[in-house]
């Protein structure tokens, strides 16, 4: 059974940082590309950042210059790790996993506001 558990939202004020976790387990974690997306209340899901087996790395233009994705496969465990925080990333943070199909984690809140 697959499971994705994203890990480390919380409320934090504009310019602060957090670190997002999410633990995999039920999948062959080193083949994987891993990813984080968001989604804001009234907005689709949209992506953030995504990391390919071999460690190459994609990030939303909105995201650039202040977040960095990056996993730990003898953890089966993908980070985000986001800095200048501002209101606009306040959203529910997925998790995915995508060899064949995309699996998804439950979410996790993050939100940005004095």
């Known amino acids: 059974q697959v499971q994705l558990v994203e890990s480390g939202g919380g409320l934090v004020q504009p310019g602060g940082s957090l670190r997002l976790s999410c633990a995999a387990s039920?999948?062959?974690?080193?083949?994987?590309?891993m990813g984080w997306y968001r989604q804001a209340p009234g907005k689709e899901r949209e992506l953030v950042a995504t990391i390919t087996s071999s460690g190459s790395t994609n990030y939303a233009d909105s995201v650039k210059g202040r977040f960095t994705i990056s996993r730990d496969n003898a953890k089966s465990t993908v980070y985000l790790q986001m800095n200048s925080l501002k209101p606009e990333d306040t959203a529910v943070y997925y998790c995915s996993a995508r060899y064949t199909s995309y699996k998804w984690g439950q979410g996790t809140q993050v939100t940005v506001s004095s």
């Open positions: 039920g999948i062959i974690f080193s083949i994987n590309t």
